[in-house]
């Protein structure tokens, strides 16, 4: 079995600050994605990436930038942190398509103060 | 674009009980939907998927689904929960193909009373 590791497992960030968090996946997975999770507002898709290189735009990618430099890593910038700001960013993996089960790292919780 | 929707956002039901919790989706063309579990602090994983074939899937645990098309749904149900089910599940769809583009509903949180 793989495993997909994030890190750090906590930020704290400050207001207008550059942020990043990084994510490795070890099932040498073609396609990987980067979601935000709120309380009561579930998963929303910030970026995918289906190859080594390639950047896909989800939902809600303003503010955020993303890198996929090696098939296994897959890293998300925070722009610009808000303030207040809280939540989960949940990386993950799949073959790639849309049939098959993705799986989940256990997440980076983001706290801008 | 596709979009999946998730009417209840709390289910309550007691240990024994049957319980089916709602999904609808939308899109114009074939698609991929899937379920997943998530306990309290933990990450998201597999419950099962369906595309093509039998309507009804089976997945772990004693959970199914069952696919609509005229209805544009993928219930999820289970005949008798356990207080381990408590967690909250989500829908999930995407294109049919090779788009790997995955769109998750906003969850319902099952609690099961013993």
């Known amino acids: 079995g793989g495993i997909i590791t994030q890190t750090p497992k906590f930020l704290i960030g400050q207001e207008g600050q550059k942020l990043t968090l990084k994510c490795q996946q070890n099932?040498?997975?073609?396609?990987m994605y980067w979601y935000r999770q709120d309380s009561g507002k579930g998963l929303r898709l910030i970026y995918y990436?289906?190859?080594?290189?390639?950047?896909q735009k989800g939902d809600l990618s303003e503010g955020y930038d993303a890198s996929r430099e090696k098939k296994s890593s897959f890293s998300l910038t925070v722009t610009s942190a808000q303030k207040n700001e809280m939540a989960v960013f949940l990386c993950?993996?799949?073959?790639?398509?849309?049939?098959?089960?993705?799986?989940f790292g256990k997440g980076t919780r983001l706290t801008v103060v | 674009t596709q979009t999946v929707s998730q009417s209840d956002a709390h289910v309550t039901v007691f240990e024994g009980d049957s319980v089916e919790l709602r999904c609808n989706y939308s899109?114009?063309?074939?698609?991929?939907l899937s379920w997943y579990i998530q306990h309290h602090g933990r990450g998201l994983q597999f419950l099962l998927k369906?595309?093509?074939?039998?309507?009804v899937v089976q997945g772990v645990n004693g959970f199914e689904a069952e696919f609509s098309k005229s209805d544009s749904s993928f219930h999820l149900r289970k005949a008798s929960v356990h207080w381990s089910d408590s967690a909250v599940y989500f829908c999930?769809?995407?294109?049919?193909?090779?788009?790997?583009?995955?769109?998750f509903g906003k969850g319902t949180k099952l609690s099961v009373k013993s």
């Open positions: 993950a993996s799949s073959m790639g398509g849309g049939n098959t089960e993705v799986f």
């Open positions: 369906y595309y093509s074939g039998n309507p």
């Open positions: 999930a769809v995407s294109p049919g193909g090779s788009n790997a583009k995955l769109t």
């Open positions: 899109y114009g063309g074939s698609i991929y």
């Open positions: 990436s289906i190859t080594e290189n390639d950047l």
């Open positions: 099932f040498n997975h073609d396609t």
